[in-house]
């Protein structure tokens, strides 16, 4: 006889899953990221298969698919735990609604899922590697699946989103201060498109709810790659970066 549910409740609720890839990304921490896949085009990063998923075989035929759904393991905010009320920044930061109504990262079973384009795959001295864009995950992500987006099944053009119908502003204008303009040169060799990738950011206003349509005196820095980028709001709708340095050289300049 089949078992039912309600026979062993601990035994059906508890699952242990291993990482079958790593996220390498440009962002290297929280602040910055974009709050949704496809808003930055120009964050390129990396599924790095690992261990017994790191096999070309898995992955043969995945480039008819031009995205990809990757499922994930919010590692960097799990030890914080989970609520049953969050905050989302969509509601300002100051309104609660129930977690299951959001993508916050606060949930019972810290697992996200986004959407990213698919570049390319590469297998090189038996690493199987996916090359992604548009990613919202911080380095060293853990994945624990990927499917094939399937536009006829997945993408509900008539969908309704609540709050979050639609796409977030991503109306600051960016301007390179003259030293920023130099750093970009020195850093140009090994990151050409590092300029659309800081306006690409930087055009969201990473900064917190509260502080979003507001001017603000702070300067602010971002990670990304292994470099420090900073930067300051003047006005209502522009941002001028002031400087990008490799983080090490932050302090000698
Ligand atoms: N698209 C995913 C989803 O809907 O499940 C993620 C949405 S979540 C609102 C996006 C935010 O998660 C990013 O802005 C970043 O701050 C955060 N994030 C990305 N990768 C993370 C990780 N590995 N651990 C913790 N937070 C992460």
Not at 146 to 160: E, F, G, L, R, T
Not at 230 to 251: A, D, F, M, P, R
Request: aromatic share 8%; glycine share 6%; proline share 6%.
């Amino acid at each position: 006889m089949s078992k039912s549910y309600d026979d062993s409740p601990q035994e059906m609720q508890s699952f242990n899953f291993d990482a079958i890839g790593v996220i390498e990304s440009p962002y290297q921490e929280k602040f910055a990221i974009p709050r949704q896949p496809n808003l930055v085009s120009a964050a390129k990063g990396k599924v790095v298969l690992i261990g017994a998923a790191n096999n070309a075989e898995l992955v043969r035929d995945i480039e008819q698919f031009s995205h990809l759904w990757l499922l994930f393991v919010f590692h960097g905010t799990q030890a914080q735990g989970w609520k049953p009320l969050v905050r989302p920044p969509r509601l300002g930061g100051n309104v609660k609604t129930g977690v299951l109504a959001t993508r916050s990262t606060f949930r019972p079973n810290p697992i996200g899922m986004s959407v990213v384009k698919l570049d390319k795959v590469t297998t090189v001295n038996k690493q199987t590697i996916l090359h992604i864009s548009g990613l919202d995950l911080l380095n060293g992500t853990p994945i624990v699946d990927i499917k094939p987006y399937v536009p006829y099944s997945d993408a509900i053009i008539d969908a309704n989103a609540g709050f979050a119908q639609t796409q977030p502003n991503a109306d600051l204008s960016v301007r390179f201060s003259q030293q920023a303009q130099n750093d970009l040169s020195a850093h140009f060799d090994e990151y050409s498109e590092l300029s659309l990738l800081i306006e690409q950011v930087l055009a969201q206003d990473p900064r917190p709810a509260y502080k979003q349509g507001k001017s603000d005196d702070k300067i602010y820095g971002m990670s990304l790659y292994d470099l420090n980028i900073t930067w300051q709001v003047s006005g209502l709708k522009q941002v001028e970066v002031l400087g990008i340095n490799k983080q090490l050289e932050l302090s000698t300049k």
